[in-house]
């Protein structure tokens, strides 16, 4: 089983749509969750944390639910410019934060 | 205020040929993790060195691949013998102390083997 598993899409929408991505993590010992943006032939770039209280930022709401070990990140309103692929990322801690991907889930956003 | 710099940026080799590959964390980063992405993988994390130290190196392969960060100059990836199967993209980020988040990520080095 993979310590991280996404969906790996492609998941293609209208603009203006609104996208749900899923994510599960299998280490309980978990302790920092994030969401990044990879574009093709890019570096990974950081998109926002996750926490369990949930947090959004503008059209971006990401949440964890640590008793089912599950990550999710919500994209309302979507634009052209999102096409993209979404990196569920996970941190172990061992006194420093390795971190674990998932594959990643693909997102093409069309006119 | 240069972000992680990678070089090259491509990098080709043939089979049996060494590969290095060169990090240079932020300024005032002394943390260096190496990752791997396969094509159509998720990135792999292979290394985490502090200056002079090796850290945690689990996920390096056991033959063949080694890493170094020296006092002075950037961290190094080193690939003797190349085989096809190290073709990938090589990522480097880095941190401000063990703890930090988040890894600021470089370019890559995308690495062919012919």
């Known amino acids: 089983r993979k310590e991280v598993e996404q969906d790996p899409g492609p998941f293609n929408v209208p603009e203006g749509a609104t996208v749900a991505f899923n994510c599960t993590y299998s280490?309980?010992?978990?302790?920092?969750f994030f969401w990044y943006r990879q574009d093709c032939r890019k570096e990974p770039k950081l998109l926002m944390s996750?926490?369990?209280s949930g947090n959004e930022d503008g059209r971006f709401t990401a949440q964890l639910n640590r008793a089912s070990q599950y990550i999710s990140l919500l994209i309302r309103d979507s634009k052209l410019s999102d096409s993209a692929t979404y990196l569920c990322v996970v941190a172990v801690s061992g006194g420093y934060n390795k971190l674990i991907f998932g594959a990643g889930t693909r997102l093409a956003v069309h006119p | 205020n240069a972000g992680v710099m990678q070089n090259p940026r491509h990098l080709v080799r043939r089979r049996g040929q060494e590969a290095r590959l060169r990090c240079s964390p932020m300024k005032g980063h002394s943390h260096v993790y190496w990752y791997r992405q396969l094509p159509e993988e998720g990135l792999k994390f292979m290394v985490y060195?502090?200056?002079?130290?090796?850290?945690?190196e689990s996920g390096m392969p056991k033959e063949r691949f080694s890493a170094e960060f020296p006092k002075e100059g950037p961290s190094i990836l080193r690939i003797q013998q190349v085989v096809r199967g190290d073709s990938a993209a090589y990522f480097c980020?880095?941190?401000?102390?063990?703890?930090?988040?988040?890894?600021?990520f470089g370019d890559g080095t995308r690495l062919s083997i012919l």
């Open positions: 980020a880095s941190s401000e102390d063990r703890g930090s988040q988040p890894q600021h």
């Open positions: 060195l502090q200056k002079e130290n090796i850290i945690d």
């Open positions: 996750v926490y369990s």
């Open positions: 280490n309980s010992a978990s302790q920092s």
